[in-house]
């Protein structure tokens, strides 16, 4: 590759075309004498005379250069490129998408705090007393840098709970779970890990936390408020909507324990399951259940989870295999 010399654009005459650069390395000359200069034609300038580089020439502008012959043997300059410019140029692109990106951070922040809307329809069961089922519509709030991400991060956190034997349990995570998962979250949020892999893992911490806290209360209630608190369970699906990542996208996790199910209705009429079902009769379930004892048999037309009482007396239990 031949190397590239530097120097000062003494002129140019941008209507004609051509003009004249002085080397930096040119020898020095008396004040009467004339420096060595190199003729530079447009057509050898970088990028062509519609380029940058010709728009910024100009008398004094420091160029790089390959040295050249005209057909008449004579030296002249090739691949002009007016040094700095690339840099210059670069700079400013990467200052435009910035700002452009954190125009567009900043819009998808105030999404999550004021722009999302939600509905809720329920319908108790003929069979039911009470509605057992709960759900949280959660307030859209600032949860500052998740991770690695290095971006202020909004989030914004929904779920619904489907309560069995009674409304203690699914009424219980509708009122904690949030809390829980923020809580692990000021945990999880300094990790070295971007910022998926936080909220992911603060979820996690915040059903397990839920599920110990329900068990430590109802352990300490007695009489039939301790039986009724422990005969009761829920599942739960929730979504996190979060944001900006690391891309500056918006995000959604979806975790859940039982069969309540997330579906993504597109605009198109089309919808995405978004959640995996917790059946007895799924394979991964059944070993699971197998494994700590348990058993999966069908019972009044669905499968479900066969535990034996201290007793050893058979139960029926949910059509289930996770719960709260």
């Not at 380029?51 to 012959?69: R, T």
Request: net charge positive; proline share 2%.
């Amino acid at each position: 590759k031949q190397k590239r010399l530097e120097g000062r654009v003494r002129w140019f005459d941008k209507e004609k075309g051509f003009g004249k650069i002085v080397p930096l390395d040119a020898k020095k000359v008396g004040p009467l004498e004339t420096p060595e200069e190199i003729f530079v034609h447009r057509n050898q300038i970088e990028d062509g005379p519609d380029g940058d580089n010709y728009a910024a020439l100009s008398p004094g502008a420091l160029v790089s250069y390959e040295l050249s012959k005209q057909d008449d043997g004579k030296p002249c300059a090739a691949n002009v490129r007016v040094q700095g410019f690339a840099k210059i140029v670069q700079s400013g692109v990467k200052s435009a998408v910035g700002a452009a990106n954190s125009a567009r951070e900043a819009k998808l922040r105030q999404l999550l705090l004021q722009g999302v809307k939600s509905g809720v329809f329920q319908e108790k069961g003929h069979k039911k007393v009470l509605m057992e089922d709960f759900f949280l519509q959660g307030v859209s709030r600032e949860v500052g840098t998740l991770g690695t991400s290095g971006k202020e991060a909004a989030l914004s956190l929904f779920s619904v709970m489907d309560g069995h034997g009674g409304v203690s349990c699914s009424n219980f995570v509708s009122l904690n779970l949030e809390r829980n998962v923020l809580d692990c979250l000021r945990e999880q949020k300094k990790r070295d890990a971007n910022s998926e892999q936080v909220l992911r893992s603060a979820l996690l911490a915040g059903f397990k936390v839920t599920e110990h806290s329900f068990q430590q209360y109802a352990n300490k209630l007695e009489g039939g408020a301790g039986r009724t608190w422990a005969s009761s369970g829920s599942t739960c699906c929730a979504a996190c909507f979060f944001g900006p990542d690391e891309e500056g996208r918006l995000r959604l996790l979806v975790a859940n324990v039982g069969d309540s199910r997330a579906v993504l209705g597109k605009k198109d009429g089309f919808a995405v399951r978004l959640s995996v079902d917790h059946k007895p009769e799924v394979a991964a379930e059944r070993r699971r259940i197998e494994q700590q004892g348990g058993t999966v048999a069908q019972f009044g037309g669905a499968y479900r989870v066969i535990l034996k009482s201290g007793r050893g007396q058979v139960a029926a239990g949910l059509s289930v295999a996770r719960s709260f």
